[in-house]
């Protein structure tokens, strides 16, 4: 199927013959854990290094070379890279490999099983502050230079990562797996579940939260769109860090094949406002470590009356994501498995298709904005705004067209570089302010 189609595939924690994996940078996982528990709770690979290796090169040895290829613990080879095709640049993460454990980071008390905590007594939200790792300082390195590098006529960015920097899923209130996932009652459509609440699963990249935080003030500053799998469970949130909706949105695909079919029913009260004309679990929710998040549409398993029900009872199907260079939107669309695009074109899941622009995968809302740039004598340039004080970047993007005017999100000093990085050509600018009136005209 792959042979004249591109595709990136990356290896997850089933792959490498895990129900979980926090990988803690390659290490060997024990082969005799503590009483209660398993190897993959303490971090590392229960596989050998050669095994892993051979996995890893059979599902990614086609994609360009890594970013840095400095093998990990156990001379374990990484794979996280930069894959630009057609405009568009992916950056391909592994946001297994360096994860921490979190039985090794937390307190003892917390008591944790496959990443869920045991003690109903321990309040995961005060360890906002653990030092733990989610992509390691060697992706973060990674983050940095891609946001930055628009060469080669790039004009949106996109993550992809094995699963979603949230955790958007519930289960029946007190649970302390989600080993009753493939038994809960299947619900009718339109039925609201109640007696749901978030979960406080560490499988997700909603944990560790500080790191999820630092990670999503660094995709943002590119307009980074977010792709994901694993969850089992179709949605598009777009996350929040300090505020509601001030970042990246994220598409979680759905499964093909759903054994595990997670749900979203948070519960709701009368000041919960959905989205306009959207079910009771969209709009604005905190996941189960506090994250912000704002849920644009979740498809949960629901009756079809379809044969087997346990595939078409499981909200399995699959994704389509249209990126427009020309107008700089992405279109996402998610449909059910057994229904036919071309017969029904109006059958996709409750709440897609969902059209974004660019420019809101930076939500945050602007204070102001600096002086209109024209540019002549360069089409499409990019453009990069710094703070002059710290000489921080604030964002950078490929512009459509001559002209921007940049949004900022604080009173201070601005430098800007306008250019082209595959001739290269820049113009600098700075000292620049809202208060400034004048158009700045940049010529090439």
Not at 25 to 43: F, V
Not at 73 to 84: A, G
Not at 120 to 140: N, T
Not at 265 to 287: A, C, I, R, S
Request: charged fraction near 25%; charge should be negative; aromatic fraction near 12%.
């Amino acid at each position: 199927l792959f042979r004249d189609i591109p595709a990136a595939f990356l290896p997850d924690d089933h792959d490498v013959y895990h129900g979980n994996i926090w990988g803690e940078g390659g290490k060997d996982a024990p082969e005799n854990p503590p009483p209660g528990t398993s190897a993959q709770d303490q971090g590392g690979y229960t596989m050998s290094p050669e095994w892993v290796n051979m996995v890893q090169r059979a599902q990614t040895s086609h994609l360009p070379d890594p970013f840095d290829p400095r093998p990990v613990r156990q001379d374990i080879n990484v794979y996280y890279t930069d894959w630009q095709y057609g405009g568009i640049s992916f950056a391909i993460l592994e946001d297994r490999k360096f994860k921490s454990a979190p039985a090794n980071v937390l307190p003892e008390k917390a008591d944790i099983v496959n990443g869920f905590i045991q003690n109903p007594d321990f309040d995961i939200k005060e360890y906002y502050d653990i030092d733990a790792q989610l992509l390691g300082e060697r992706l973060i390195e990674f983050l940095r230079h891609w946001i930055r590098d628009w060469s080669n006529q790039i004009r949106m960015k996109v993550a992809l990562s094995q699963t979603n920097l949230c955790a958007l899923a519930t289960l029946p209130a007190g649970s302390k797996t989600d080993s009753v996932v493939p038994n809960l009652e299947i619900p009718e459509p339109g039925e609201y579940v109640a007696g749901d609440e978030p979960v406080v699963d560490m499988d997700t990249n909603g944990w560790p939260p500080k790191q999820r935080d630092r990670i999503l003030e660094i995709l943002r500053k590119s307009f980074t769109f977010h792709i994901a799998g694993d969850q089992h469970l179709a949605s598009v949130v777009q996350y929040g860090v300090d505020d509601f909706g001030d970042s990246n949105f994220a598409f979680t695909a759905p499964a093909l094949n759903n054994i595990w079919p997670r749900r979203w029913w948070p519960p709701v009260d009368d000041e919960h406002t959905p989205l306009p004309g959207q079910p009771k679990y969209t709009g604005n929710f905190e996941d189960g470590f506090g994250n912000k998040m704002t849920v644009y549409a979740a498809a949960n398993p629901a009756e079809t009356r379809r044969e087997p029900e346990i595939i078409y009872n499981r909200a399995t199907g699959y994704g389509l994501i249209e990126f427009n260079k020309q107008h700089r939107n992405i279109r996402i669309e998610c449909w059910p498995r057994y229904v036919n695009p071309l017969t029904n074109p109006e059958g996709q899941y409750n709440g897609w298709p969902i059209l974004i622009e660019q420019a809101e995968n930076y939500g945050r809302e602007p204070i102001g904005y600096l002086p209109e740039i024209i540019v002549k004598g360069l089409n499409n340039p990019v453009v990069k705004i710094f703070d002059e004080a710290s000489d921080n970047l604030v964002y950078a993007l490929r512009i459509q067209g001559n002209s921007y005017t940049p949004p900022i999100y604080k009173d201070s000093r601005y430098k800007i570089r306008i250019g082209d990085p595959d001739l290269p050509k820049w113009r600098e600018f700075t000292g620049v302010t809202p208060a400034d009136k004048q158009p700045i005209r940049c010529r090439f």
